[in-house]
């Protein structure tokens, strides 16, 4: 039996959406190439940029389409017995999901490279192309063999950086896609970790952005992450002295990538390509050793050994001979101190805009402040918008204000005076270090008073740092009392924040923090959620205080505040930033000092034991 013909109705003033079962198909108009096909004559390609569809948007485009019908026509080509999607993939499943049997489409006879320029063209021109959808539309054009980054330019109207930035989202990693995809990562961050090789990427992909990685980046700023990555992993150009001009034009150089040619400031050109910058470093090195030689034959060549071997063979292969030195050159005579670079005329006026915001934005901020009725509760975070001769500049400043929280009780808090374990062994060394002579003098009896004497001292100074810890949890326990919804990022900031400055004690202290989770029984998992919660009961305390201070009236006079700005305190303010909100950061702290000591006054503190109790060491 012969097939059926393709079946293709002129759509002429037939409604899509009643169109079920046509009894007739009427005429061909030769002045319109739109005809009405029948769904199951028509298959997908397997070109079309677009490979994933989000079934939520399909349903809701259903949903329309059974309302108003396809609007816009999908395209197709004749293909054996049937038609061939080239354009509107999307419009034909969501008039599948809506029971139709016919759709509106236009019917063009196209080759396959015609047809997959078409699809290409037609996606890349729509709002709603997802970056790596667009990213692999991009390769397969290049790939084609009928397209350049520079005809793509001219034919999408798109900057070269912004195509080669889209193209690298074609080498991301299968998790980092994935992310991607989903919009747990912005294409911002992805464009930036995809620069890099995928065994960078799975490095940062595992510490920075999997489930239960310690330090997460997840809530970074695209720059902040961008500073990290390069400082960590790229091959700064300005580090090497050989001849640039092929880098100044080459894909692999960041500074080729960014959007905007401001985001270079402070020096983003780093090399992507380090098997090409390390052949290149060594012929330059190379040339000069030999230009050396034979500017002056008496010269001779010599190594510390951090020559490049590949140099030292090269120059030996040409007949030259290098010198071992037994010695590191770096120990003997210095030069002189290089000059400081001129500022460029751009970083001069980014640095008077800087001035300007400080400055200007002080009676803009108490107005905000004002006119909205919030109390802020963090320093602006400034970004430079836009900074140039003939427009100016335009900046963005974001803070939070305290959120509409409810306090419960504040007063009648408990909380214990424990003071750590006194052990034996700590009473030994405690009298090693600083009673040696005094103890070798004394009887027995002497021996057993001194041991005493060192107990009582080592117990007053851990009873006083037991009634810091308990003061500090009662002013913790207000945190529980302070609720209602906190901005995510504030949390997230605090979090970081609180994150650091664990960092800072592990290290400072000296402990490995694998041993560190060992003595406390958990895993990386439950470690992160404990923290994340104390950050948050701490943040919640620190606002709960504000709200006391509020409600019992605790705040400072003028003169209190004028004599904290005169006397800023860096370790407990922070650096200055501008007037009103120095003023602020001062007013806040007077305020929580004064709340918490209202809170202790109103709540009590179980005393510790009289007398120290000893861990005796064990018996061999």
Known sequence: MKPAEPQATDIGAVNPVAETSPVE????????????????????????????????????LAESIKQLGVLQPICVRPRDEGFEIVYGERRYWAAAMANLK??????????????????????????????????????????????????????????????RSRLKLCELIDALAEMLDKEDISVGVATEIAKYPADIQQEVYDEHFAEGCYNSWKTARIKEIARRLYERYMTKLESYNFDKTECLSCQHNTANQVLFKD??????????????????????????????????????????????????????????????????????????????????EEDLLTAAVNRTI??????????????????????????????????????????????????????????????????QLTIEMEINRHH?????????????????????????QRCVQAKARAEKEVIWQLGDEVTGPLPKQLVGGNYFAEQRQFNLSLQANG??????????????????????????????????????????????????????????????????????????????????????????????LTPPPAEPVVQELPQK
């Open 263 to 344: 985001e270079c400031t402070g020096g983003c050109a780093g090399c992507q390509n380090r098997e090409c910058m390390i052949r290149k470093n060594n012929e330059f090195l190379v040339q000069k050793a030999v230009k050396l030689l034979k500017d002056d034959p008496h010269t001779t060549l010599a190594t510390g050994g951090e020559t490049p071997a590949a140099v030292l063979e090269a120059l030996e292969q040409e007949g030259y001979h290098v010198e071992e030195l037994e010695y590191d050159a770096y120990y003997y005579d210095e030069g002189p101190q290089m000059p400081d670079a001129p500022q460029a």
């Open 436 to 460: 040696g002579d005094e103890e070798r003098a004394a009887d027995a009896a002497g021996k057993a008073a001194l041991r005493q004497q060192v107990a009582r001292e080592l117990y007053a």
């Open 511 to 604: 402990i490995n923090f694998d041993q560190f989770l060992k003595v406390r029984g958990q895993t990386v998992e439950e470690f992160r959620s404990w923290l994340h919660t104390q950050a948050e009961r701490k943040l919640r305390s620190w606002l709960g205080l504000l709200l006391v201070a509020e409600a019992e009236g605790l705040q400072p006079t003028e003169t209190e505040v004028t004599a904290a700005l005169t006397d800023w305190n860096e370790k407990l303010d922070g650096e200055r930033t501008f007037p009103a909100n120095d003023a602020r950061k001062v007013r806040q702290r007077l305020m929580r000092a004064k709340a918490t000591a209202f809170v202790l006054e109103h709540s009590t």
């Open 25 to 60: 198909q009427p005429a061909v108009h030769p002045e319109t190439d739109v005809r009405l096909l029948d769904l199951n004559k028509i298959v997908n390609s397997t070109y079309n940029p677009r490979k994933n569809f989000c079934e939520d948007t399909l349903l809701e």
């Open 102 to 163: 016919f759709i509106p489409a236009l019917i063009r006879e196209l080759s396959d490279a015609e047809a997959e320029d078409a699809a290409i063209t037609e996606n890349l021109q729509r709002e709603d192309v997802r970056p790596r959808e667009e990213a692999a539309a991009y390769k397969r054009a290049l790939q084609s063999g009928r397209h350049t980054i520079e005809s793509l330019v001219g034919k999408f109207g798109k900057s070269e950086a912004y195509i």
């Open 358 to 423: 400080l400055e200007g934005f002080s009676a803009l901020y108490e107005q905000i402040a004002a006119e909205y009725g919030v109390t802020p509760v963090t320093d602006p975070d400034f970004e430079l918008l836009a900074v140039n001769r003939a427009e100016g500049f335009r900046a963005g400043a974001q803070f939070y204000a305290l959120p509409p929280l409810t306090l419960g009780r504040y007063t009648g808090f408990v909380q214990a005076v424990e003071p750590h374990l006194i052990r």
